[in-house]
């Protein structure tokens, strides 16, 4: 597994052109579920969400939505699934038929997500919430820096992660395959989005300005991640 996330974090600074080919990488689908902009209560909150649980469950055991689960603060972005889907057209159709999506509470729109195969597990049972901070990096302000710079930054990025990761205080990485502004995610087994904040500030990548992190409360069930 850390051979894989040494792999994995070396993606995150890549240019998408450049993304080296690994077989022990692919590349999956990530859907991310945000609150529309109808603004009534549905009749019956509480059987809704259950079943919007049960449907995530359901596509897990199919084996296809391989993480999941809820942001736990009150943001527009309720949620992120990360799927198997030969592309983001395929993957938001998994979710036409969530209760919240199909009720208009919910829009779904995915990215292409670039993560190790085989890297997340089924949940245990029952299933058990598990609390992170998961955290998007942004493309930050300084992004004009000399190859060698860059490259060295790259370095000093790789090796900051391979350590958070040896800690066990950074479970997951990945990168985003197209070239928005958001470069890549990583979930912290953290107790607050301040000490998140803390760690990032300590990447050589976020201390150039390459990168910046966007970190929020976020919870998925034991087992999926190890």
Request: aromatic fraction near 8%.
């Amino acid at each position: 597994m850390t051979v894989l996330f040494s792999i994995l974090v070396a993606l995150l600074l890549a240019a998408p052109a450049q993304t080296p080919a690994s077989p022990e990488m692919m590349t999956y689908q990530m859907v991310f579920l945000r609150k529309s902009a109808k603004t009534d209560a549905p009749a019956d909150v509480a059987k809704m969400q259950q079943d919007h649980l049960a449907n995530l469950l359901a596509l897990n055991r199919k084996g296809v939505n391989l993480l999941f689960g809820p942001f736990l603060d009150t943001g527009d972005l309720r949620g992120i699934c990360i799927v198997e889907a030969p592309d983001a057209a395929a993957a938001t159709k998994m979710f036409a038929d969530d209760p919240y999506v199909k009720s208009g509470y919910m829009t779904a729109d995915a990215r292409p997500w670039m993560g190790p195969k085989g890297w997340f597990s089924p949940p245990t049972e029952p299933p058990t919430p598990e609390p992170f901070i998961l955290g998007f990096l942004m493309r930050g302000p300084q992004t004009s820096q000399s190859p060698e710079d860059a490259q060295r930054i790259q370095e000093g990025h790789l090796a900051y992660m391979d350590a958070l990761h040896k800690r066990g205080q950074l479970v997951a990485a990945g990168r985003f395959l197209d070239d928005g502004p958001m470069r890549g995610r990583v979930v912290y087994r953290v107790a607050s989005v301040d000490e998140a904040r803390q760690l990032a500030a300590g990447d050589p990548a976020v201390k150039a300005g390459r990168l910046v992190l966007d970190a929020r409360p976020w919870m998925t069930f034991k087992g999926i991640l190890k």
